[in-house]
Structures are given as structure tokens and as C-alpha cells.
């Protein structure tokens, strides 16, 4: 499979995008099935395009093919077969085609799967999909071709950066942009409602299942690129508010809201404007992010550096999408039909109280992402917005949010009693009040903090075990009853009560660590030893290692305690031969209370290195959080009535096109 083939490929499919853009949507404003029809074929087509120039350009990388440029610019014959292979998507070009292949998969999952869709609906999806398929395929073959010759080919390529030839690295962006791009699909159905002038509970229903998938995948992106800076960085945190972190936790925030939103739509045909101005805004977030990481404006661990005409195709893009979106929900929104009706107090109104509260944490982060950069370009100074803004501003306006999470479910849909509601949630309450109390006499600095952060974190965890109890009637039936009830729950129960209290686990985590970090810094000689955290750590020595394409030092620490053993630590500085770039590979031994984490660094050319260590207490439950949280998610989807039961629509309630 020659690059030449590849770059063929990607030729069609754009051809075939502009045909999916354009027919299917002519032929739904006309009424023609035939043409309606062939959205289906070019969406089945794209993909199967995209994928054999993706598969050729994986090939290029995996057997070292030095005329294609990109090719050289990241890889090496030395480099290992498994960073060969990501290291296809570790660049911008192979990213860009990896998002545009993911692009035309979820296309073609519409194309295959939505057969219950009506026609004109499936045709403008479809077609609104292959626009913006047109728009990145464009701008990958005029600015960004994966498959440019070089002639004559040199001997060998200049590797992959360091950085991301880690295992963590390499499936993040996959899992980041399954999540990234999903939303597109959720803007195309967004768009082609407005369209029609109509949404209703069977569109919320459709919806669903793609904003749940794509809100999975990006919950896992997000959690393993913690991961990754939190072992491969070396320096003991877990989140550090870079404005790509916040590139990618923006359209999580937002997707979160519109999950929320299309339940309401769904069962109470309400919210309807709210679900869908949501399903528009994630997307424009998630191509915001594009921009942010390909314009060059940032500089960043994981951003790609680029030549600003590539940043200006894609914000002519953005505005385009962005722009294009709103003014068409500003036009036909406010003509859509009136949803149910409801009381301040109910479970709709609980969770449009959780949409303010999310959409303003994504306007915080938002404006502390952007007002630099603005400030910057603007020439009107330098001002660096970092943690402590992001400490002071998104923690208080999260707790809100978080302690109204277990309510919600409490109450009735319509109209609720939040008495009642509160009532169901005493005996959670008071161990959460006690657990923050208890917190009190044992933190020994940011007290307030640990114990708002502890007994939020129980409240989460046991309120939604409390209602989970309730469903399946707990101690007020026989327990072979309440069993029979639990495995009679549907699965989007069952999702929804893992998430809820996955996201307790992960406030548990960030807890620990935010408050209860010990560190030390020492400079220590093979034989000499420092206290930390309990622990007397002893450095045995430093030896030299050879990997496939490194050289590196690795320490050996010892960590002991009242005298024996309790971990050994063996973290290591690399240099990587052909960039000659150093890594630092920190060690890190888990258990469920807390990391013991250790990195070297540089000799002082006198015997002794640098080793920094840290105790992170409660780390571990930040990303076993995150991972319970996804898996709750795809219980929920694997619920039947998501995957088959999307209701059709009856012939007594066409839709009316707004005038």
C-alpha cells in the first residue's frame, strides 16, 4: 500500500464529502428518497476511503518509509514497533487524518445503525456531517498532507518526541478525540432539527446514545492524559489547568450538561432549546480546542506547533461552524413548539440548576483560557492564569453542584417536595458531616478545604448507593425480592448510580492529594538516606541502562519503615540518542491509601544526584474515579432501550417547518 494510494484516497473522499454534504440534504428539502438515500452510500464510502489512507500511512511508519516526510520528521529505525505505529497519529498531520477517520466512523455508525430514523432526518444528519468532513478533509490535503515525498529519501528520521513515546500517549488521543469528534454527531443532529423546525422525546432518544459514547470516550482521553503527566512529567501533579487540559475538559463539561439536557428532552419533552443549543456549543468547544492546539498560539507539552496559516483555516472554519450554528438556532429556536411544563422544584428542575452551574464552570475555564491569549495578541501585556485563579473561582462554584448531584434523583418529575427529598438523604448526610468533622482533627493544613472536600466526597458516594437502595427497595422487602429488583433495574439506572459515585471517588482523590502532598527535594549520594512522609529512603546507587533507542540512569531507592522494607522505587533519567532529549520516568508503587512517587534528576558532578519524592495520599482514586465513571457510562448504554428502542415517529405528528 504506496503513500501515493493513501493520498488518492483522501482525494476521493472529499469528493465523496462534497457529495454527502450536499445531495442528501437537497434531497430531503425536495422529498426524493433516491437522493436522501445516497447519504447513506457516501457516508459507508468516506469511511472505507479514509480508512485505507490511514492503514497506508500507518504502513509508511511501520516499515520506515523515509520518502514521505512526515515519516522522517517523526520516526526512526530504532524506535520501537509500537511507537512506529502511534507514532503515526503523534504529529499533526497523522492526528488530523486519525480525527477526520474518526469523523467518517461516526458518520457511517449513523448511516448503519439508524435505520429507525425517518428519512429527511437521517438525510440532513448525514449531510451536515459530510460538511464537516468537506471542511477537514480540505484543509488536511491543502495544508497538511500526511503523504508529501521527499526525493531524494534520507537514510534515517529525525524520532518521535520523547514525550510521547510512552504507552499512555500513545492511545490517548484516540480515546480524546472518539470523544472529541462524537460530538460532531450531536451538533449534526442538533442542526438538522432546527432544520426540520422540530424536536421532540424520539430525537432526544437518538441523540442519547451518541452524546453518552462520545461523553465516555472523552471522560477515558481526559483521565489517561492525567495519568500520563502525572508518571512521564515527573512532577507529582495530576492536573495543571494548561490551556490544553482546559481545551479538552470545556466540551467534557458542556457534554455532561447536554446528557443531563437530552434526558429531560427525552422523558418530559422539555428543555428542548437548552439540549440543543448544548449539542452546538460541545462541538464549537471541541473545534475551539483544534484551534488552540494547531494555530500555534499555545505552547505546550501536547501542542502542536504550527505554521499560522494552518491556525487561520481553522478558525475561518470554527467561526464558520460556530457562526453558522448559532445564527441558525437564534432563527428557528425560539419557533420550535413549547415543551411540559414544570415547577421550580422537580427533577427538571434539578437538572436545569445542574446546567447553569455546569455552563458557568465551562465560562470560568473558558475565560481563564482565553483572556491571556486575548490580552497577548491584543499586544496589551503578558498576565498568566494558573492554578490559584482556577483554585478560587471553579472549586466554589463546583460545590454547588456537586451536593445538589444525589438530590436530583429524589425528585418526582413535574413537581417534587425537596423536603421530602432531603429526608431520604439524612442518614447520608450525617455520616458526611461526620466524615468532614473527623477530617478536621486530622488535617494538619488547609483544614476547611480537606473536610468540605472529604465530606463532599462520602455525600457523593453514599447518596448514591442510598438511591440505588431506594430503587430496589432495601430492607423493606425480602432480600431475595430486592435482588430480583436490582437485576430488573435497567442498565441506565445502574450507569447512572456507578457515575454518581465514581465521581465522589475522584473528589476523594483530588482531596488527598490537593491536601495531604508531602514532598522533599534532596541531593544524596548512593548510601545516604532522608526521612519523608514516615519513611526513612536510602539511595543504594545509580546504574546505567540501555533501552531499545535510550540510554538512561536509574536510581534505586529504598524505602523503609520502623527498619524493613516497605517498596523499593527504581525511577530513571533518559536520554534519547537521536533527538538528544531527556525524560524523566518517575517510579511510582500504589495501594489504595496513597502513591509513593520518586524521580532523579541530574548529578552534581560530585556523587550525588538530585531525587525528588513525593506521598500523595489518595491518589490512586482519582483515575479508578474516571475509569468507574466510563463504565458507568457504557452500562448505561448497553441499556437495550438505547440501543434499539428509539421510538418512531407516528404519521399523526409530522413535523411542521417553522415559517
Known sequence: MSPELGHYALVLALCVAVAQGTLPLLGARRGDPGMMELGRTAALAQVALITIAFLALVQAYVTSDFSVANVVRNSHTAKPLLYKITGTWGNHEGSMLLWVLILAVFGAGVAAFGSNLPPSLRARVLGIQGLIGVGFLAFILFTSNPFERLDPAPLNGDDLNPLLQDPGLAFHPPLLYLGYVGFSITFSFAIAALIEGRVDAAWARWVRPWTLASWCFLTLGIALGSWWAY???????????????????????????????????????????????LAILAFSLSLLGTFLVRSGVLTSVHAFAQDPARGLYILGFLIFVVGGGLGLYAWRAPKLAGGGLFAPVSREGGLVFNNLLL??????????????????????????????????TFIPLSLPLLIAVPIGPFLAWKRGDLRLALRQLVAVGVVAVAAGIVTLFIAHRSVVLAACGIAVAVWLVLGALRELARRIQLFGVPPGDSLRRLVGLPRAAIGMTIAHAALGLTVLGITGVSVWQTETIVLLKPGASVAHAGYEVTLDGVQDVRGPNYVAERARLVYRRDGAVAAVLEPERRLFAVQRRVTTEAAIRTSPVADLYATIGESDGKGSWTVRLYHNPLAPWIWLGAALAAFGGFISLSDRRLRVGAPRRTRAAAPQPAE
Open 359 to 392: 455552563a458557568t464552570l465551562t465560562l470560568t475555564v473558558f475565560l481563564g483560557t482565553l483572556y491571556p491569549l486575548v490580552l497577548d495578541a491584543l499586544d496589551a501585556g503578558k498576565v498568566s492564569v494558573g492554578p490559584p485563579f482556577y483554585v478560587a
Open 231 to 277: 508518571y512521564e512529567l515527573g512532577w507529582g501533579g495530576f492536573w495543571f489547568w494548561d490551556p490544553v487540559e482546559n481545551a479538552s475538559f470545556m466540551p467534557w463539561l458542556l457534554g455532561t450538561a447536554l446528557l443531563h439536557s437530552a434526558i429531560v428532552t427525552e422523558k418530559r419533552d422539555a428543555l428542548k432549546s437548552w439540549t440543543l443549543l
